[in-house]
């Protein structure tokens, strides 16, 4: 990628991605331009340092710096500040020591928070899903600011975690991207249909249906593609409980997980209990 798109993505007031995702993707990108530099920060050198600070120095003003919390900036940010200049280091100091300090007149507004109402996910898994939507799923030839808008149908706390809602909420709404919080883990499941839930007791074939888990601890994820030979059995539609993917790969009524037409097992169990989901309409944006 050249530096004036990856300018223009990271412009975007609404990017989804926490900022010090941005901050890191930036990082990455600085080292991997030719000539290479260490990919080990804190192995650094001051030539590298300058190199790396005259590399991005049109890119960095557009990073919303300030609203990276005090942790990611001792962590991330402060192994390699000499890349900021002294002004905007002394700013970030005072900002995340001095108590109740407010923002700098000059800083970047937050960016707008376009993953709608999710009580379950972070902007950084839904980047990640989006990538996979996309079949980037190579963690290295992942995107910043996958085009696509996530928009909340049903939340099952909020909403009702039984078929009918689901029938009534999400029926014939296009792609949807299914989100599950499984009680007492720290693992969220769930999978993604390109196509419309349309109930109308039959299976549907599609070869772009995913299954996945993902550990919000360990910053872990399995991904299950649909097996070619199984695409035409990819999403099990039915009108009564029997909606799942594949067969009962994930039956999210029935807490169902087996590993039968996807290509990988995402729990080390066949069962699970969920806490709560939400359904997400996928819109690609324009």
């Known amino acids: 990628m050249d530096k004036s798109t990856l300018i223009s993505i990271i412009k975007r007031d609404e990017l989804e991605l926490e900022e010090i995702e941005i901050w890191n993707n930036i990082i990455k990108w600085g080292i991997s331009q030719e ?6 920060l804190l192995e650094l050198t001051r030539k590298d340092l300058n190199e790396l600070k005259n590399r991005l120095d049109e890119i960095l003003p557009h990073i919303r710096i300030f609203h990276i919390t005090g942790n990611d900036f001792h962590e991330k ?18 900002f995340h ?66 078929m009918k809602t ?64 199984y695409s035409s059995y990819a999403i099990k539609d039915l009108s009564n409980n029997g909606v799942s993917f594949g067969n009962d790969d994930l039956a999210f009524f029935v807490g169902a997980c087996n590993k039968s037409y996807y290509e990988k097992r995402i729990l080390d169990t066949t069962t699970f209990n969920m806490e709560d989901f939400e359904v997400f309409r996928v819109v690609k944006n324009k």
Request: hydrophobic content about 40%.
């Open 35 to 40: 000539p290479q530099i260490n990919s080990n």
């Open 166 to 229: 689901f029938r009534n909420l999400c029926g014939n709404k296009g792609p949807t991207l299914i989100i599950i919080k499984l009680r007492g883990s720290d693992q969220i499941i769930g999978g993604y249909n390109p196509l419309s839930w349309r109930l109308l007791n039959h299976w549907q074939a599609t070869p772009e249906s995913f299954i996945f888990s993902l550990n919000m601890k360990k910053n872990s994820y399995i991904l299950s593609r649909v097996q070619q030979a």
């Open 97 to 162: 020591i001095v108590k109740d300090s407010n923002l700098p007149t000059d800083a970047l507004s937050k960016r707008s928070q376009k993953l709608d109402n999710s009580i379950i996910i972070k902007f950084q898994q839904a980047d990640l899903l989006a990538n996979w939507i996309d079949r980037n799923d190579d963690a290295y030839e992942r995107k910043l600011g996958v085009s696509y808008e996530f928009q909340l149908l049903l939340c099952g706390s909020r909403d009702g975690m039984d």
């Open 77 to 94: 940010i402060w192994p390699i500040k000499k890349i900021l200049s002294k002004d905007l280091i002394n700013q970030l100091i005072k």
